[in-house]
């Protein structure tokens, strides 16, 4: 066990204290939620940028960090889908949430076949990834109906949008192995 698999693990801790947070009948719910999702991406960053610096990658760190990430995000999405009660919000909450399983399973698939580089994780995933996150920060932090939930809410619709675009482009480069030419 190392740091950067501790602050990996942390992450899934998180998710539980996130959701009751969220949920306490008190002002306060929305924004601590808010911090501790924020934090939670920071250890994002964090246990991957000291993996490489301090050459502490593991197996059990790769296989569990992009889990720990998933977790969160979809958590997050369907607690804010259940508050905004809104097909504004549920499209593309449902779109990232649905992306994550696509990718997940064709990334399984992939390194099944001995073709895993192919659907490495790519700069534009990056720039989704950042969106994300900030759009899920400001609909925790703001709730439904204040102006900043609605920018958070066009935050992410480009998030999907992004999603939607890397989905493509991870498709585009497993598609010779999905489907052999004879």
Same mark, same amino acid.
């Given at each position: ?27 306060? =719910?929305?924004?601590? =939620? ?22 502490? =990658?593991?197996?059990?760190?790769? #296989? ?11 958590? !997050?999405? @369907? ?8 097909? &504004? ?21 992939? @390194? ?7 659907? !490495? ?9 950042? @969106?994300?996150? @900030?759009?899920?920060?400001?609909? &925790? *932090? #703001? ?16 998030? *999907?949008?992004?999603?939607?675009? =890397?989905?493509?482009?991870? &498709? ?11």
């Amino acid at each position: 066990m190392n740091l950067p698999n501790l602050l990996t693990m942390s992450r899934i801790v998180m998710i539980p204290v996130f959701v009751v947070i969220f949920y306490l009948p008190v002002q306060w =719910s929305y924004l601590v =939620s808010a911090i501790i999702f924020a934090l939670a991406g920071v250890t994002d960053w964090l246990d991957g940028y000291l993996a490489r610096k301090l050459n502490q =990658s593991t197996p059990f760190g790769a #296989f569990l960090d992009p889990v720990a990430d998933k977790l969160m995000v979809a958590v !997050a999405l @369907a607690v804010l889908i259940e508050e905004y009660a809104a097909v &504004l919000l549920t499209i593309p909450a449902t779109v990232i949430i649905g992306r994550e399983i696509v990718i997940s399973a064709l990334r399984e698939w992939m @390194a099944e076949v001995g073709s895993r580089a192919s659907v !490495a994780v790519s700069y534009i995933g990056k720039i989704k990834t950042t @969106a994300q996150m @900030a759009a899920i920060v400001g609909l &925790l *932090a #703001f709730p439904p109906g204040q102006m900043l939930s609605y920018v958070a809410i066009g935050l992410l619709y480009i998030a *999907a949008g992004l999603t939607l675009w =890397s989905m493509f482009l991870y &498709l585009k480069a497993a598609w010779p192995d999905l489907f052999p030419s004879k």
